[in-house]
């Protein structure tokens, strides 16, 4: 893995020749246009016009990280659903939406009074590059074990196929067909999940497919201490719908790291853009714990995680930093004929200096 400090616009421009065309699944949490910024350790009070711009420039960025079977996911809240949505339809395209996942905002008691309704859910807005060539994995989630009537569904056609079992055949009734098709059916009895009782096609009913509702769990943790941190096992369901092992994730919102730590433990390639010093405090730590095998999050699930890989980690220096490290050689801005202010400023040599080295002119180090 990758993990970079530094503004995140700037990041994805700059290791983009890198990295073009290579991610499989993008997700970012970005901070939301919210009143103030009390509450948190990095800004929240945009207003809605700022932060559309804010995520437009990094959104249009980031679609050219992404394969041609690649996902993005986005995080936000009733506040900015509305701005997300369009912006992606017209970077993405309106075609590559997939789905608006409802996730649990908070656990614990909701608050009393007020004159709304309690807002206890955020969204994930899911996009793809490609919606004919995108990679997707439909989840399971176990339940308690039931046997039920085989199901049937409606159809235009009066008779329908029979299912052939134990050398009887079983018609649906009239107007409907089979949910199931023989060949499914049949492998299921083999499976010991299909079983004919009192003359009826039973199924047994142990895993329920995941759709848009992921309010079944947690959308927070608290594992780092940090205000905002995503769940893992909501990490995991991201990376796992949309990528297989060994595929490149990115997070360029990386908050307290909850990306780049799931990502790791099952098995991708992993980047991780943020700018601010939790970066050191907080996520660097974090992920040093996921290599020497850290048994908290989604860690004893995945039987394949045992810690250990490696990373690197960067901080990218800012355009400012630039700036300032520089040494102009002596020029006349304005009286050169043979060059215009522009060209005069931009093509003047530099003389580069780093923070890092320290003369020792007593010494003569």
Known sequence: GWLIKSENYQALNTILPKFKERVQTIYIDPPFNLDSSDQFLYRTNYKDANWATLLENRLRLAKNWLNEKGSIFVRCDYNGNWIVRPIMNEIFGEENFRNNIII??????????????????????????????????????????????????????????????????????????????????????????????????????????????????????????????????????????????????????????TTTAVAHKLGRKWIGVEMGEHFYDVILPRMKKVLAYDKSGISKEVKEYQGGGFFKYYELEQYEETLANCKYEDGDLFTSPSKTPYQEYVFMKDEKMLKALEIDYENNK
Request: aromatic share 12%.
């Open 104 to 257: 649990k905002r908070y656990t614990g008691l909701p608050k009393t009074g007020g004159v709304k309704l309690e807002e206890d859910c955020e969204y994930l807005i899911y996009f793809t590059k490609n919606s004919e060539k995108v990679f997707f994995k439909q989840l399971l989630k176990e339940k308690d074990p039931k046997w039920m009537n085989l199901s049937s569904r409606p159809s235009k056609k009066e008779n329908n196929k029979a299912i052939t079992l134990e050398g009887k055949q079983y018609y649906p009734p009239k107007f409907q067909r089979w949910a199931l098709s023989q060949e499914t059916v049949s492998q299921l009895y083999q499976e010991k999940r299909v079983k004919v009782e009192n003359g009826k096609i039973k199924i047994l009913i142990d895993r329920l497919i995941i759709g848009t509702n992921w309010t079944d769990i947690p959308g927070y943790s608290s594992g780092t201490g940090f205000q905002t941190e995503n769940s893992e096992i909501l990490l995991k369901r991201v990376i796992e719908s949309t990528s297989n092992q060994g595929d490149l994730v990115l997070d360029f919102f990386l908050g307290s790291g």
